[in-house]
């Protein structure tokens, strides 16, 4: 049993500029066997969670339980060494005085394993993250990818429930990133460890995870799967954050059974509405890059638009594409679909993946 | 033919880079003092040693190594440099790890104990102490035995014990200072990583953290060793009466009439080897250092909280500094005001001592004066020929730049006794007229105090881009005025550090004008000392405090101006005086 329940989880720091962000009230259910993700711009109190977790931050109100096991409340806090779990280091920390085999094998040695099965384990864990054959080389011959992979064996080796990882991937170039993401995500699948997983980068939650916590100023926003956050944001701050958005400033002009009719600039559209929205309300619709088709002005859109600028990006090639009204929508299509700056174009718009949030203006609460 | 063109075309540039210019006279100057300030001296020094009576011979090595009073000096010096290393270690260490990894109160007081028992005088200490705890007249002892008749609690401070304690007051600030810097640098997640792992905080201090420091503290234990034998004045004030002669001691009475040039060569260069190795350790040990690397954000070790045992840490921290500062400071001051120096001595204040020593008595007028003089001029000089040669290894590509960088390094391995035994040795050989005159002592000091002058350029040149000087050099700036318009203004506040590094030191320098002044030539240090040793205990004390109160005018001046953090720039250097 290694699920992870936080309730009410809150802490203030002093102010001070490199204080860590505060996080207050919040609430968590992370499940046995998951990869979740704490996901967040820096600054909003992911780490401050993670470390709270970990032990290293003691919270000043909440709770904290592993499976039925109450590790962390008010008056009674177990430190790191009791908690049982593993955790990676945004810079690896791999101790740079030992070789890779005393780094992997300390966990053991703590333990007092016997040195036989523990040479055993540090092998069979070191060949899990392709590092046979490194034990005798010490950290600073080793690259920035092999000491990551030294410090995930390091925290595997001891078989803990529950991996605690804080932005581990950051310091990698790109190329190395993602073929790294690929083989935690493998890893996790394999151990069945539960993973806790602090990132700034929603491409690498949306590829890494089962679920999904995006955290806002210190409050939990959003918790769900990945296509959950990113096409059924919550808020306008969850959208913003998932991947590129237009934000339209529009009205609602009807109403009827979870359904209703917006006008959002020179855009009319039929969109799902939650309850609680009134004609008349104003609203903000977000609508992603990728939802909006542009097509030969004869065709058939929703409203006309003038190309604006474009950017050929490789896989996808960029527009903006400014309404008459003189909001401009940022547009991804095809590369082999060609316009120019310009060019009139029609606008097309999958209202089924649009969001409707309450307008930043608006009158009613 | 190509080649023929190329002359042919650009001869004006040709002729001009081979002509000898500027920077060619201002660098060759700067290695030609280097020469006869440090290698010369050094190379008489060597010669010296084998001169026998029939040209060359061991025999000076043989009686120094074979010699009873020698072998016993040679002893003495290594057991207080070991005890006093020893102490360092225990004090700096336990003061460093209260300051950066515990939330101990009060922390500020010690690092201004560190920061004043590093610049205080090692001898006025000394002579401080002896004022109270010498056996028959120290005050506390009086107090101790006579008053509250507890006898058994007097101390001799004219002994080992004693000779270690006054030394251990300058010398703990080495381990201090290199070890909390480690401390505070070591990345938290190492500390974490093991934590997470199950290891217990003494665990992970064990395995962890301490291989991580023992470098830097290893290296600041060997400096306090360096430092604590190479020390005249405690070694004289407090070694003499108690019978425990020392290396310096040893050669300083070489010197009494008639003088063993040969024995006191052949003692400065063993003295120079056991320093030397130490040094060598000392950087073998600091080059391992890559280990601590420099936090990122967020990532400073937790302070660990003490509970009720940080009033016990910070009681020890209090008792530190009355022993370093409040004792020597106080008493110094006690004695300067007082008519006759015991029991009584608060019932007859006075301030005649000062008026005796700044008005009444021309010697120590004079060794004011030259003090002052000869600390200015031996700054000055030190940071200009610092800067060229800083500037001729980290910029230009003269070959054997890197041998100048070592030559300039060389007086850091050099007692002051064994600098003035050098200089004694060649300018008596080749112009003799120097011998006793203001000006062997300037170059005494130079010479002794270049590395300072060298380092403090050398780290402002390397923070300094080349393309900075590179970018008024394609404007058409010559290298004068690009020295002038764009190094040395940059480099400024980083000289002005250095200046101070060694007006500080030169202000409060013993050991080697001990050998090197005469009655016209005489020195604070030296007035001091020969006051000391003719039994004028109260006019000593004003003495003592004018000298302190010139430093810490000098200090204030040069923050003001804007040198900023002297104490934590000197950390790695080996001073002493």
Not at chain 1, 92 to 107: D, I, L, R
Not at chain 1, 271 to 280: I, R, T
Not at chain 2, 99 to 107: E, F, I, L, N, Y
Request: glycine share 8%; with cysteine; charged share 15%.
């Amino acid at each position: 049993m290694a699920s992870i329940t936080l309730k009410g989880l809150t802490k203030s720091f002093a102010a001070g500029d490199d204080a860590p962000a505060a996080v207050s009230a919040l609430d968590l259910d992370i499940k046995d066997n998951e990869f979740v993700t704490l996901l967040g711009p820096s600054g909003c109190g992911k780490t401050t969670t993670l470390r709270m977790i970990a032990g290293y931050i003691v919270p000043d109100a909440g709770t904290i339980h592993v499976g039925n096991r109450l590790i962390s409340s008010p008056g009674s806090v177990m430190p790191p060494d009791q908690r049982g779990m593993g955790m990676v280091f945004q810079n690896y920390a791999v101790w740079p005085h030992k070789t890779v085999y005393e780094n992997v094998v300390f966990g053991l040695k703590i333990r007092k394993t016997p040195s036989k099965e523990a040479r055993k384990k540090v092998d069979e864990t070191l060949a899990l993250v392709n590092l046979t054959g490194f034990e005798a080389r010490y950290p600073n011959e080793l690259s920035g990818g092999q000491q990551q992979r030294v410090a995930l064996a390091r925290s595997l080796v001891v078989e803990p429930e529950i991996l605690l990882l804080d932005e581990p991937l950051s310091n990698l170039d790109a190329k190395l990133r993602e073929q790294m993401r690929v083989e935690l995500k493998r890893l996790q699948r394999r151990t069945g460890i539960t993973f806790v997983y602090v990132t700034h980068d929603q491409a690498e939650a949306l590829a890494l995870s089962d679920h999904i916590a995006v955290i806002h100023g210190g409050k939990l926003q959003q918790y769900g799967t990945p296509f959950e956050v990113y096409s059924r944001p919550a808020n306008r701050l969850v959208a913003d954050f998932m991947g590129l958005v237009n934000l339209v400033p529009g009205k609602v002009l009807d109403v009827r059974d979870g359904a209703g009719k917006v006008e959002a600039s020179d855009l009319k559209l039929d969109l799902a509405l939650p309850s609680g929205f009134a004609a008349g309300d104003k609203v903000e619709v977000a609508i992603r890059p990728e939802n909006i088709r542009l097509d030969k002005p004869q065709g058939n859109g929703v409203a006309l638009a003038k190309i604006s600028d474009r950017t050929f990006l490789g896989n996808v090639s960029e527009y903006y594409a400014t309404l008459s009204s003189g909001q401009v929508l940022r547009v991804q299509t095809h590369p082999l679909q060609m316009f120019a700056v310009g060019d009139t174009v029609a606008v097309e718009i999958d209202a089924a993946q649009c969001s409707v949030f309450r307008g930043a203006h608006s009158d009613q609460g | 033919m190509t080649a023929e063109l190329v002359v042919q075309s650009v001869p004006k540039i040709l002729r001009r880079r081979s002509r000898l210019r500027l920077e060619h006279f201002v660098m060759g100057g700067a290695i030609l003092s280097l020469i006869v300030l440090v290698v010369l001296p050094l190379l008489s020094l060597l010669l010296g040693s084998v001169k026998g009576e029939g040209g060359l011979s061991f025999q000076h090595f043989e009686e120094v190594l074979s010699g009873r009073l020698y072998v016993q000096a040679l002893k003495n010096s290594l057991v207080l440099g070991a005890w006093t290393g020893l102490f360092s270690l225990i004090i700096g260490l336990a003061l460093a790890w209260a300051v950066s990894r515990t939330d101990v109160p009060g922390k500020v007081l010690i690092q201004v104990t560190a920061s004043l028992s590093y610049l205080s005088p090692p001898f006025l200490t000394a002579i401080a102490f002896v004022y109270l705890f010498s056996p028959n007249a120290g005050l506390i002892n009086v107090v101790l035995r006579d008053v509250l008749g507890l006898s058994f609690l007097t101390f001799n401070v004219f002994s080992m014990p004693g000779l270690v304690l006054v030394t251990v007051l300058h010398t703990f600030p080495f381990v201090y200072l290199l070890a909390s810097s480690a401390l505070l640098s070591v990345d938290a997640s190492y500390e974490e990583a093991a934590q997470i792992l199950g290891a217990s905080k003494l665990r992970t201090a064990f395995s962890i953290t301490a291989p991580l420091v023992a470098p830097a503290i290893l290296s600041g234990t060997l400096l306090s060793f360096v430092n604590a034998i190479a020390l005249f004045g405690s070694q004289a004030i407090i070694g003499l009466p108690g019978r425990i002669v020392t290396l310096p001691t040893r050669i300083y009475a070489l010197f009494d009439y008639p003088p063993e040039y040969g024995l006191a060569s052949a003692l400065s260069l063993v003295f120079v080897l056991i320093t030397v190795v130490a040094l060598y350790l000392q950087r073998a040990f600091l080059a391992r250092r890559s280990f601590v690397t420099l936090a990122g954000k967020g990532a400073r070790p937790q302070l660990m909280s003490l509970g009720p045992a940080r009033w016990v840490v910070f009681g020890i921290a209090v008792v530190a500094f009355i022993v370093a500062i409040i004792l020597p400071y106080a008493t110094l001051i006690a004695v300067s005001f007082s008519k006759s120096w015991g029991l009584d001595f608060w019932k007859g204040l006075t301030l005649a001592n000062y008026k005796f020593i700044l008005f009444d008595y021309n010697v120590t007028q004079r060794a004011i004066v030259n003090s002052l003089g000869l600390a200015i001029a031996a700054a000055s000089v030190a940071v200009l020929l610092g800067a060229v040669i800083g500037w001729i290894d980290v910029r230009s590509r003269i070959p054997g730049r890197k041998l100048l960088d070592y030559a300039a390094l060389i007086p850091l391995g050099l007692p002051g006794i064994v600098v003035a035994v050098a200089l004694i040795q060649f300018w008596l050989a080749w112009a003799p007229v120097l011998y006793a005159t203001l000006a062997i002592l300037l170059l005494a000091y130079v010479g002794r105090y270049i590395p300072l002058g060298v380092r403090a350029a050398n780290a402002s040149l390397r923070q300094i881009d080349p393309s900075l000087e590179e970018s008024a050099q394609i404007l058409g700036a010559s290298w004068l005025q690009t020295m002038r318009e764009i190094t040395l203004p940059l480099i400024r506040p980083g000289l002005f550090a250095g200046w101070l590094l060694v007006f500080v030191p030169v202000i409060q320098e013993l050991s080697a004008s001990i050998l090197l002044f005469s009655s016209s030539s005489i020195t604070l240090a030296v007035a001091i000392y020969n006051l000391y040793e003719t039994g004028y205990i109260e006019p000593v004390a004003a003495l003592a405090i004018i000298n302190m109160l010139i430093i810490g005018a000098a200090i204030f001046v040069a923050t003001k101006l804007g040198g900023g953090a002297i104490t934590s720039r000197s950390n790695t250097q080996g001073l002493g005086s």
